[in-house]
């Protein structure tokens, strides 16, 4: 078993899921379903592409500045 993260997003009308470790996508109409098709995705890309460990992800966070009129 292994731990990946799932980044979701809204755009227009779905939810889109992404693994930034993968590289995958998926998108559902909740945000539960578009991180279980992020999930099915995700097993069938590493049955094809088995996941290098070695090197491991991290997230974290940046500040800009604020754009006017936003």
């Known amino acids: 078993m292994v731990t990946l993260t799932a980044v ?6 779905v939810y889109v899921a992404e693994c930034p470790e993968v590289g ?3 998108q559902g109409g909740t945000i539960e ?8 995705a995700t097993e069938l890309y ?7 460990r070695s090197e491991r992800s991290f997230v974290t966070t940046f500040e800009v500045a604020k754009v006017a009129g936003t």
């Not at 578009?34 to 999930?39: E, F, M, P, R, W």
Request: charged fraction near 40%; aromatic fraction near 4%; glycine fraction near 0%.
């Open 24 to 26: 995958t996508a998926s």
């Open 33 to 40: 379903e578009a991180v279980q098709n992020l999930k099915e």
């Open 8 to 13: 979701v997003h809204r755009e227009e009308d």
């Open 46 to 52: 590493l049955e094809e592409f088995p996941l290098d």
